[in-house]
């Protein structure tokens, strides 16, 4: 009996610890009232800036769960349901920590392109960081895994910022998810929606091609520093 309230309480801690992380998770990628716009550039830094400090130590966070449910696991080994469960969540926790992710999803691209209706005068379009990260979060609310910009990962800790190694990304930007095809592709393809608004900014936006295996690879620890077209 006395075990057994052990292993309850020890499992208890861990799914305290894990469904935390998760929420810390969520409210980054999801944060309340996030629109960006041309006029938002500095509130977008400030956003991303705080989903760093927020993120960074998640890594670590996920290995130091594992290895309580390894150590669970091995002296309690019963409850295969609860620890099933336990290592369902570990997965989601490591995908937004920008672990390898393979399955269905979608690929678009992004380019500059011509003037548009909301173009200063005699002036073509030229794809902003605002559009990429506006893009990456439509997908994610849409439901997306994993999302990757010219094959860099996305993770919440890999938000522009100005400290360690950067990955330069520059256009045209091919931008891959991964997560439910008709979900995504009807997320983004709707009237009002984020192709459309890129669009009507005058660049070129492909339609969303459907794909049934995608391969994203990790996350690797650089931070991503968009290199804009003069």
Request: proline fraction near 4%; aromatic fraction near 6%; charged fraction near 20%.
């Amino acid at each position: 009996m006395a075990v057994r309230l052990k292993w309850h309480l020890s499992l208890t801690g861990v799914c305290f610890v894990l469904g935390w992380l998760l929420t810390v998770q969520y409210r980054s990628l999801h944060p309340s009232g996030f629109s960006v716009g041309e006029g938002d550039v500095t509130q977008v830094s400030r956003q991303l800036e705080v989903v760093r400090a927020q993120n960074k130590s998640l890594e670590a966070r996920v290995g130091e769960l594992q290895k309580q449910v390894d150590h669970l696991e091995k002296e309690f080994g019963g409850d295969l349901a609860a620890f099933d469960q336990m290592r369902a969540e570990l997965d989601k926790a490591r995908i937004l920590a920008g672990a390898p992710v393979a399955g269905p999803g979608i690929t678009v691209t992004v380019d500059d392109g011509k003037a548009g209706p909301f173009s200063p005068a005699g002036t073509r379009a030229i794809v902003q960081e605002w559009d990429i990260l506006r893009l990456v979060h439509e997908l994610f609310a849409s439901g997306a895994e994993a999302v990757a910009v010219n094959g860099q990962r996305w993770a919440v800790v890999s938000a522009p910022g100005k400290e360690g190694a950067a990955v330069h990304l520059r256009a045209p930007y091919q931008i891959q998810a991964v997560g439910d095809p008709a979900v995504l592709m009807t997320a983004l393809s709707m009237r009002g929606g984020v192709l459309d608004w890129l669009r009507q900014r005058g660049l070129t936006v492909s339609a969303p091609k459907p794909s049934n295996s995608l391969h994203l690879a990790g996350y690797d620890g650089r931070r991503w520093t968009f290199d804009i077209r003069q």
